[in-house]
């Protein structure tokens, strides 16, 4: 199938061409018939596989005759809520792309900034809005926006937005939309509470899966280094020197562990930036950017700071530490192996996360590639590490009143 046969007008197949594309990945080819029929979808994908695309064509299809500005200027015909900053910049890049040869107008809005900005931005009027839930509010509690003409909401990364406590936000910004408008909803899963989102707010929808939540792809070499908790710093420079070459991507389940792992890189005179939500907007975009454009080879970062990034050229994802939600592990390495090409997994587990391993197996129904042969192997009798604090807890026995509560107090009575 082409681009052609989805029914888009010359100006949008203009611009996807000279975007380098030429067929509709699946979930396009699936998706953008349902939604120009303006019916509400689920659609189950992972990361990587063209999500972006499937709603934005459609979008743009549908408000290219409506495109010049009435009298009373341009209303929010579309809006897309996104859970994180970084992916809706990339949704705005995506729009900006497509919508080339049209005098449609699209703009982000996100937290973390300055909201004059974004005010200016929203008075000129525009058709299509991109945001993130909290600075959403925020701008229509100030009366700053009008979401009575949205004709289409889409719920991006829906999974990831409900884990990160968006769910009443998310159940208001829909309230606030026209009765009468088309929601697309986008998750890379669908666990229990965003079905339950889905059956409360979407009006008889098409479901659209496309692969099971646990395919990993079969250009990812996926390999497994056991090593004792205190040797991962170790085992991951031994492997930056003689093993992993590239672009990479680290992951780290903590901001603290991202940071400290960070100085450690650059102390060893590795290139390294790093991305995680302590870090201002500004920052993170800087980080990125470096990142892409080959100023620095490694970056590291936790989890909701690197859901739905875009690296295209990536040549190998570490685990530095091993997620605790086996569907994570699948969103970490899509990053690597896109689009044909190969790229490496690798994941150090200590004696604490082979619980861990065992879930992800059993999800991705394939064995990991066991390396054994490095410096710093663990010994499989080795029991997880407990750290113990060192103050020996309290002086005063439980139960047992301090001397100063001893003392007799005045009582006011």
Known sequence: MSFKDLQLNKPILRAIAEAGYDNPTLVQEK??????????????????????????LPILQSLFDYQDAPKNGKKIKALIVSPTRELA???LENFKTYS???NLRTAVVFGGTSIEPQKDILNKGVDILIATPGRLLDLHKQDLLNLDYVETLVLDEADLMLDMGFIDDVKKIERLCTKEKQILLFSATIPYKVEQLANTILNNPERIEVATNSSTSRNINQVLYYVPKRNKIELCLHLLRNTIKGSILIFRRTKFGVDKLE???????????????DKTQNL????????????????????????????????????????????????RIGRTARAGKSGTAYSLCSADEKTYITNIQQLIQLQLDVIEDHPYPLDPKSKPEIHKSKTQGSKHKKGRKSEGSKKKKKRWY
């Open 31 to 56: 998706t953008i018939p349902f939604v120009l029929d303006k019916r509400d979808v689920i659609v189950s994908a992972q990361t990587g596989t063209g999500k972006t695309a499937a709603f934005a």
């Open 89 to 91: 910049v990339q949704i």
């Open 100 to 102: 080339t040869y049209t």
């Open 263 to 277: 100085q450690t890189l650059l102390k060893n005179g590795y290139k390294v930036e790093s991305i995680h939500g």
């Open 284 to 331: 993170r975009q800087e980080a990125l950017n470096k990142f892409k454009n080959g100023y620095v080879n490694i970056l590291i970062a936790t989890d909701v700071a690197a859901r739905g990034i875009d690296i295209n050229e990536l040549d190998a994802v570490i685990n530095f530490d091993l997620p605790n939600v086996p569907e994570t592990y699948v969103h």
